[in-house]
């Protein structure tokens, strides 16, 4: 069975720096072609595409947010973690981590964790 | 960035009724397509891919075609159950661009 959940801070003040962990089960990031991304939700709005990391440490970036990004992966602990940097209201969001595999989408969610930027 | 533009943004319709959802990308994006469905305080679930392939387990009221730009989900005859919000994605190039989405309410 695939699981997958998001940890970190519910509350981060703007202009510092959010770290978030997936950790997740039933599959490996060592395995050929998986992928684990993250995606984003402001409350009432879209989902937002963010990052993705590939098994060969292949890293992908929203251009958009590509300069506040980092996503590292820790295949021993089954862990895939994002940073984001400056912090602001407008990042509050329900952020999710996901599985891919090749040519496939997303197939796994995690339930996603809500992070409020405010003073 | 590809952009996905999903339409309607929102669709009231009644139990048993065939709906059509459209996505259109700025480019082609041949069949790398997905379609999710997200009821509120939950994770989006994917109901198909590959424009066509509906994920396991998804009933086969749902369906969906396209290829290139242009791509439709239908939902063939509502259930209580359906009533949601539903989002496309492509996932030809990252970043892997979702729709605005379309809310599903009952008429």
């Known amino acids: 069975q695939i699981t997958l959940k998001e940890s970190g801070p519910t509350l981060v003040k703007p202009t510092q720096t959010l770290t978030l962990t997936c950790t997740f089960s039933g599959f490996s990031l060592s395995t050929s072609g998986v992928g684990v991304g993250w995606i984003r939700q402001p409350p009432g709005k879209a989902l937002e595409w963010l990052a993705l990391i590939y098994w060969d440490d292949d890293k992908r970036y929203s251009p958009s947010l590509k300069s506040r990004l980092t996503i590292t992966k820790d295949t021993s602990k089954n862990q895939v973690v994002l940073t984001m940097t400056n912090m602001d209201p407008v990042d509050t969001a329900t952020y999710y981590c996901a599985l891919t595999h090749p040519y496939r989408p997303f197939d796994s969610w995690g339930q996603g964790t809500l992070v409020t930027v405010s003073s | 960035d590809i952009q996905m533009t999903q339409s309607p943004s929102s669709l009231s319709a009644s139990v048993g009724d065939r709906v059509t959802i459209t996505c259109r990308a700025s480019q082609g994006i041949s069949n790398s397509l997905a379609w999710y469905q997200q009821k509120p305080g939950k994770a989006p679930n994917l109901l198909l891919y590959?424009?066509?392939r509906l994920e396991s387990g998804v009933p086969s009221r749902f369906s969906g075609s396209g290829s290139g730009t242009d791509h439709t989900l239908t939902i063939s005859s509502l259930q209580p159950e359906d009533f949601a919000t539903y989002y496309c994605?492509?996932?030809?190039?990252?970043?892997?661009?979702f729709g605005q989405g379309t809310r599903l309410e009952i008429k």
């Open positions: 994605q492509q996932y030809y190039s990252t970043p892997g661009t």
């Open positions: 590959a424009a066509s």
